[in-house]
């Protein structure tokens, strides 16, 4: 149900029904769409079952991921940030400027990038809540001002000359564990655990499931909305740093339209788009997805120009998927 | 078959409509179990039952919005099949929903004449033009039939409901429909409006149209019926001449047993003043309301719709601000700027619309019983969630929620269980006032007499309570005062010794009702009232 990350019902009496309620927990299906498409391209590409790929994947999306677990909280309080992509380049860009142009430590420099994410999306949460903007209208107005600071201040050049240590972060590995992955586990990790047991974690789908209700229980519902924009912008502002530090420069088009891939993430994942309903890791899976078939795509010598198509199409079938699902009840 | 068909009412004549044997499933649930139903021209028949009794299943089957497993249906003896709401439509049956099939931002004439558009004629015609001189005084001339006066060129958003249902009825009469099936048409009509409404469909009645009336309220029925056919638990319980029997047994027929008492109101221990209100405003809403609640009291609010009662709850509750006025709680004086200020303070309010307001119907019932206080069962902003499961637990109890599962979204419970679910979200809180608005709208005859024992209990228990209600016998049952509103100012305050229906209906309507319409024969006691 709606609160499916909210409701443990306990697998304890028997496996079969442990199993049957696995089974109808929401990300289900994305995990069993997950396994098919892998068994389908091990047979058709031996280079896809390797332990490489694998985390290649993890590694490539883990921004869009990191964005999705941002984007889910909003989704849930049926809201929508259309900026988070224009934040990410953002957040890159002030951490970039941070290490080269202002000569600042590394850790500040992260903090500086992902702070700048968190102020865009307190702004974002001001112009819903107190101003009462269509999320849509306010996040999209958000999307051009954040790219266009980046643009503007770079003059549309890039910022390189990083140094070592911070490419370490975004090009290294912990094991054979690329460490945005290992970040992007952990930020799910802490979401969702916020999410089913903290009590914002209940006035998030309190407020995404019915907003009036809220209001009228005396529920704190503009510090919540405003809180989750708040989040929404820090995770892309993470997410965007990470990004810079994986491919070593910032640029002024970067990240350019990842907003709609990280809305498809958390729409493939069973998030809700009319709100009260979603999960962190069903997000996380979503953008994992959507890697797995863009490398699809790649292996199976799809031309690229096709790729977009095929992600349209996925999205498709998901909402598809999640309507017949939820009309069974 | 055509022969046993007229169920011998003398007449060789048969029934305008008669539906035999129809059943309904929906998953595991067996809406409609074999039911029977005849309507003759000329009649109004009630449909009564509890809620989840199959009212509303047998109305869309008629309509053609469901089909039915089984059954037959006859319409002047012929058999017929109705497989979509435009057959239905064909065949003269019109349904009124609660919730209106109107266009709101377009005209009275154009929702009138929706499905006829009155093309011109010729040519222009046959280009799907539209004669809207002819469809304006053709919509005029319906209007007229059932006594309203609406402008036909006013669009429907800017009416009100009772001007919106008459030309709904008018749209009805635009299809030439021998069959209006009207669903609790006054549950959203203030009681002046329902006097006009009952004699339109005198008027429709006399007019050969046979009318299938849905109400929860006896007293209704009493008033306007000729038949009532009873239907729960999806099956066929009777069907009566509703001059002969008593409220008494339609009740027992619609809830299969004994209910004793619709309202348990015990003596009142009223002790110190728990919330007073001065002077309260609200530019255009409301004009300096004062009063007091006392601790063990209920307070009824009663007026029209739209007299101010929901309004006064809102700015008590901070839903809504007001320009001017002081609340005082326990003798202090306190300022409430939004509902979360009201809940710190003690003062809790159950809405009037439970699913729009009240609940979080897609979460469960220990989320939604909870929601109130679950703020007070944290460790480091982490949920308690066994202290949460426990309360839960206790007001479900006490309650009586069924089914007792907390698992379970709100929106698979009936009605009334849902609204027991919104009454137990406040009730956790254990609020010094509790405003209660339209408490049992919509709600079946036994859930109803359970919320007011627990009313009756709460104030007991020393809660102050405010009760607002558009059923002035609840108002008048359930109050030990009853304060009046009209037009956003208090027009009278009555003790329950002195309160009666004429009296608080000819305070509400001092000063909007100009032409009260005639003086109908108000047979009708307030149903069943303790000595």
Not at chain 2, 52 to 73: M, V
Not at chain 2, 147 to 171: N, R, W, Y
Not at chain 2, 237 to 249: F, H, I, L, N, P
Request: net charge neutral; glycine share 10%; proline share 4%.
């Amino acid at each position: 149900m709606a609160d499916a990350g909210v409701t443990s019902t306990g697998a304890t009496s028997s496996v079969s029904r442990g199993i049957r309620s696995l089974l109808r927990r929401p990300e289900a299906s994305i995990i069993l769409v997950m396994l098919a498409l892998c068994a389908f391209l091990s047979v058709a590409n031996p280079r896809f079952l390797s332990l490489d790929n694998f985390m290649n994947i993890a590694r490539n999306y883990s921004d869009i991921g990191i964005g999705a677990v941002g984007m889910t909280l909003v989704l849930i309080v049926a809201g929508i940030d259309l900026s988070v992509a224009s934040v990410m380049a953002l957040g890159g860009l002030v951490a970039a400027l941070a290490m080269t142009s202002w000569g600042l430590p590394i850790p500040i420099a992260i903090l500086l990038g992902v702070s700048a994410g968190a102020v865009i999306g307190l702004v974002n949460g001001l112009l819903v809540q107190r101003l009462r903007l269509p999320p849509f209208i306010a996040t999209l107005g958000m999307l051009g001002v954040a790219r266009g600071i980046v643009v503007g201040t770079t003059s549309g050049m890039g910022v390189s000359g990083l140094p070592k240590e911070f490419t370490a972060i975004g090009q290294g590995y912990i094991g054979p564990v690329p460490i945005p992955v290992i970040v992007m586990v952990a930020v799910a990790l802490v979401v969702g655990l916020f999410l089913a047991y903290h009590l914002w974690g209940t006035y998030i789908f309190s407020i995404g499931g019915n907003e009036t209700a809220a209001v009228l229980t005396g529920l704190p519902v503009a510090r919540v909305k405003i809180f989750v924009y708040v989040v929404c912008g820090l995770l892309a502002g993470l997410a965007g740093v990470l990004l810079v530090s994986r491919v070593g420069v910032s640029l002024p088009g970067q990240s350019l339209g990842y907003e709609l891939q990280v809305i498809a993430a958390a729409v493939i994942g069973g998030v809700s788009l009319t709100g009260g309903r979603g999960t962190v890791l069903g997000a996380v899976l979503g953008a994992m997805i959507i890697g797995l078939i863009q490398n699809a795509l790649v292996l199976l010598q799809v031309p690229p120009y096709w790729q977009q198509a095929f992600i349209g199409g996925i999205i498709i079938l998901a909402a598809v998927v999640d309507m017949l699902r939820q009309r069974r009840g | 078959m055509l022969e046993t068909s007229s169920l011998g009412t003398g007449s060789a004549a048969p029934p305008l409509l008669e539906a035999r044997g129809i059943s309904k499933r929906f998953g595991g649930i067996q809406a409609l179990d074999a039911v029977d139903f005849t309507l003759r021209a000329g009649e109004v028949m009630a449909l009564a039952g509890e809620n989840g009794a199959g009212k509303s299943t047998l109305i869309k089957i008629l309509a053609g919005a469901y089909q039915g497993d089984a059954g037959e249906i006859f319409i002047d003896g012929q058999p017929v099949e109705i497989h979509s709401p435009d057959e239905s439509e064909r065949l003269g049956i019109s349904v009124i929903y609660q919730e209106f099939n109107l266009t709101p931002n377009q005209t009275v004439a154009e929702n009138v004449f929706l499905r006829d558009p009155q093309r011109r004629s010729g040519f222009l015609g046959r280009l799907n033009l539209i004669d809207q001189g002819a469809r304006r005084k053709a919509t005029r001339a319906l209007l007229e039939q059932v006594g309203s006066s609406v402008d036909p060129d006013q669009k429907v958003s800017e009416l009100t409901v009772a001007h919106q249902q008459m030309t709904e009825i008018a749209k009805a009469l635009a299809m030439e429909a021998r069959i209006l099936i009207m669903d609790e048409p006054t549950s959203t009509l203030p009681d002046a409006e329902v006097e006009i409404l009952f004699d339109i469909i005198r008027q429709l009645r006399a007019r050969g149209i046979a009318v299938v009336f849905v109400s929860h309220r006896i007293e209704e029925t009493r008033q306007i019926a000729d038949r009532v056919t009873v239907l729960r638990d999806g099956q066929f319980v009777g069907e009566e001449s509703v001059a002969d029997v008593s409220d008494q047994q339609i009740i027992r027929m619609m809830v299969g047993r004994v209910v004793d008492t619709l309202y348990p109101k015990t003596e009142a221990m009223p002790s110190e003043t728990v919330l007073s209100v001065r002077g309260l405003t609200r530019k255009g809403v409301l004009k300096d309301v004062s009063f007091d609640v006392r601790r063990g009291e209920v307070l009824g609010l009663a007026g029209l719709v739209g007299a101010g009662r929901t309004e006064i709850a809102r700015c008590i509750f901070g839903a809504d601000r007001f320009e001017q006025g002081t609340i005082t709680l326990d003798g202090e004086p306190v300022i409430i700027r939004s509902p979360q200020d009201a809940v710190r303070l003690g003062i809790g309010y159950v809405p009037e619309d439970r699913k729009r307001q009240g609940l979080f119907l897609e979460m469960s019932v220990r989320d939604n019983i909870a929601m109130s206080v679950a703020h007070q069962m944290t460790r480091g902003g982490f949920v308690d969630r066994s202290a949460v499961a426990e309360v839960a637990a206790s007001f479900r109890d006490r309650l009586s929620v069924r089914p007792p599962q907390l698992d379970v979204a709100v929106s698979r419970l009936s009605g009334g269980n849902q609204q027991k679910v919104a009454l137990a979200k406040w009730l956790a809180l254990r609020p010094k006032v509790l405003i209660l608005d339209e408490p049992t709208r919509g709600i079946d005859v036994g859930a109803k007499a359970e919320v007011h024992a627990l009313i009756d209990e709460l104030a007991h228990e020393g809660m102050g309570i405010i009760l607002i209600s558009s059923e002035l016998p609840e108002v008048l049952n359930m109050s030990d005062r009853i304060i009046v509103v009209a037009e956003g100012e208090l027009v009278g305050e009555l003790s329950r010794q002195e309160a009666t229906q004429e009296r608080c209906l000819e305070l509400a309507s001092i000063k909007s009702m100009r032409a009260a319409k005639g003086s109908p024969e108000h047979g009708d006691v307030p149903w069943p009232t303790q000595a």
